[in-house]
């Protein structure tokens, strides 16, 4: 069979998918260029001197490094440009990023985080940019206003992320299954590698920082201990495996199944992960390939944000695994 890009995918799916109209699939196409164009600065990032902290600190209170701000501003000038977005929010940014009125404004609204994983780029190790995209609500004109971007993850038109490691990979849905798409640099183009991704019903790895131990509530300690005791797919006890970069984690668990844990903990008891940038897109593909995603106690996907950067503890994955957790959740609950 002939490599199919990931533009003739959008095309071939789209009577599928209600939402794919040529806006839309315009959309996807720059912000698929822009990830193209970060993939090239990081591959040179060690030539380039763009390693390391720009010194600065951001919403979030961490350390800006020089590819996320590089990255922020490849996805900002891109993306506003495009046509069809109205609205942006960026993990880097404190506040709303809306299209002015010197370029073309569509209906839909992108969240993402530039570059996560990016203090780990000066070991080489893999990054992503994780996206949300939503339509804007039906009948809203006028400058957009926080309320209408503040939503849950179920009103999602489509989410994924872009993989920077030994090759640059796009992980998508627009609620029609999960693709993944790899870059191939000899033509430019995201071909289909991986068509409808599914998550194993259970895994054999969990994956925690097992570091902040001591400053997990008694439930994130006995859904942990869990997986230390129990029996895997594979029959044999769970293994460990944590990377720290929280796409390149979550990449793992959907191709191989198992779970990412990031419980809250004492000095971060809202959890540490931003709902609508990294927790609910990715949470969004969970779902789309069979899997859960939950904050302990109920599904991430129906969270409503209570501010553009709410938090939220994460336990995704494997959904047997994810049930898992959510039982002793509700075992310490009910004492």
Known sequence: ????????????????????????????????????????????????????????????????????????RILIYRMERSGAVCAMASEEEPELIRVGEEFPRGDYILIFDPLDGSSNIDVNVDVGTIFSLHRRPHGAKGEVTLEE????????????????GPSTMLVLST?????????????????????????????????????????????????????????????GAYSSRYVGSLVADFHRTLLYGGIYLYPPYASKPEGKLRLMCEASPLAFLAEQAGGKASDGFGRILERVPATLHAR????????????????????????
């Open 1 to 72: 069979m002939a490599d199919i890009t990931v533009t003739e995918h959008l095309l071939l799916h789209q009577k599928m998918t209600p939402q794919a109209t040529g806006m839309f699939t315009g959309l996807l196409y720059d912000l698929i260029l822009s990830g193209k164009t970060i993939s090239r600065r990081i591959n040179q990032a060690g030539l380039l001197d763009i390693l390391g902290g720009t010194g600065e600190v951001n919403v979030q209170g961490e350390n800006v490094q020089k590819m996320d701000a590089i990255a922020n």
């Open 149 to 164: 971007v503040l939503r849950p993850g179920t009103e999602q038109v489509a989410a994924g992320y872009i993989l920077y």
């Open 175 to 235: 609620g029609q299954g999960v693709h993944g798409f790899t870059l191939d640099p000899g033509v430019g183009e995201f071909l289909l590698s991986h068509p409808d991704i599914r998550i194993p019903e259970q895994g054999y790895i969990y994956s925690v920082n097992e570091g902040y131990r001591e400053q997990w509530d008694p439930a994130a300690r006995e859904a942990v201990e869990w997986f230390h005791t129990a029996k895997s797919s594979k029959g």
């Open 312 to 335: 939220t503890p994460l336990y995704i994955g494997s959904s047997r695994d994810v049930e898992a957790v959510e039982a002793v959740y509700a075992r310490r609950k009910n004492r």
